[in-house]
């Protein structure tokens, strides 16, 4: 029935498909930036607690009768952490920014979004026609040039990334001020800055000592740093209960699973405990990326870029045959074929530096 399409996927070398890789490879290609997904204790105790729970299955929708007291006490120990009023649980990242973008920008708003955002957003954004609007990434200037020549008869929304999950850099700290000045709704996608930067751990704001203002939502996950599954989107009472009332992807979507909030309640808690400890552990993986190849990266996430998807599938190959896996990300993830790196400190610095000379050696550096 698609024979000639995906014929075409697979000679132009995009062709993708599940694979389970072998144990023996050091993950060097998932999102488990702390190394929790190993941590057997951690589950251990998250099943003690599921144990406890008059049910170990979510049931309904979070506004039937689906919402736990696990989960209203993930939802207040976020909102303390982060300083945020309110705050509300879901099922995935890709399901919080439609909620999102679905539901926050009305008839005569406009979203401002980072050209590089993520697709869950793009993807939402695309229904909203010409309220959507993208500016350079991470370009401050180019977001307020942007409004000056297209400006909102009601409302402005900004959507960034905290760290941006294919480029590794971090976001401005502008783009917080701005809001501020403008007095525009400011979304931080911070699926792979909480956990990953900050004092303690808690992402874009937390870096930059941004004090939380009332204009101001975070989206996160579990699924990456917290190293479990599901969602989360912090902002005031008012937005979080204007959210449970129109968002679709809120109101009409299982609760998240009881097993993986508990997990996230623990990881987090575990996380807040030992964080100067695994903050020191990221900056050694950092070091070393400096030591071998020259700069000092900025977030958990490397990037090696490539000329064409040959290239770097020969690349990712080696790294294989080396027992190191990466990501191999191509188009239409992608414009320019690359390599991602995720630094994980389950890891040593010793496999670290290993990757590195590789890398070096492929690259010609």
Do not use: W
Not at 203 to 214: A, R
Request: charged content about 25%.
């Amino acid at each position: 029935m698609f024979d000639k399409e995906i014929a075409a996927i697979k000679h132009s070398n995009l062709y993708r498909e599940r694979k389970i890789f072998k144990n023996t490879l050091k993950d060097f290609a998932s999102n488990d930036y702390l190394g929790l997904s190993q941590k057997k204790n951690l589950a251990k105790k998250a099943f003690k607690l599921l144990e406890k729970q008059p049910s170990h299955s979510p049931k309904a929708s979070l506004l039937v009768n689906g919402y736990s007291p696990l989960h209203r006490t993930l939802e207040s120990k976020l909102c303390a952490l982060n300083g945020f009023e309110d705050g509300v649980i879901l099922g995935s990242g890709f399901l919080g920014n439609i909620a999102l973008f679905d539901a926050l920008i009305r008839k005569n708003d406009k979203i401002y979004i980072d050209e590089k955002y993520h697709a869950s957003g793009i993807y939402a954004a695309k229904n909203l026609g010409e309220k959507a609007i993208y500016f350079k990434h991470n370009d401050p200037q180019d977001l307020l040039k942007t409004i000056q020549s297209s400006p909102p008869k009601g409302r402005i929304i900004i959507a960034i990334e905290g760290v941006y999950s294919m480029d590794g850099d971090i976001a401005d700290k502008a783009f917080a001020q701005i809001a501020i000045s403008k007095n525009a709704l400011l979304i931080v996608d911070e699926a792979h800055s909480t956990g990953s930067i900050g004092e303690n751990l808690l992402g874009y704001f937390d870096h930059y000592h941004i004090p939380i203002q009332p204009n101001f939502i975070k989206m996160g996950t579990f699924s990456k740093a917290y190293g479990s599954y599901g969602a989360y989107i912090l902002a005031n009472k008012q937005i979080i209960n204007f959210l449970c009332n129109r968002s679709k992807s809120i109101i009409y979507t299982t609760a998240l699973s009881i097993f993986d909030t508990a997990l996230a309640l623990i990881n987090l808690e575990y996380i807040q405990k030992n964080k100067q400890a695994l903050i020191e552990k990221i900056q050694s993986h950092k070091a070393v990326v400096q030591e071998i190849l020259g700069f000092f990266p900025q977030s958990q996430i490397l990037i090696i870029p490539f000329k064409n998807t040959q290239e770097m599938q020969k690349t990712h190959q080696k790294l294989q045959d080396k027992k190191i896996l990466v990501g191999a990300i191509r188009k239409p993830t992608v414009k320019q074929p690359i390599l991602r790196i995720v630094l994980s400190i389950k890891n040593s610095p010793k496999q670290t530096k290993k990757l590195c000379k590789i890398i070096k050696k492929s690259q010609g550096l």
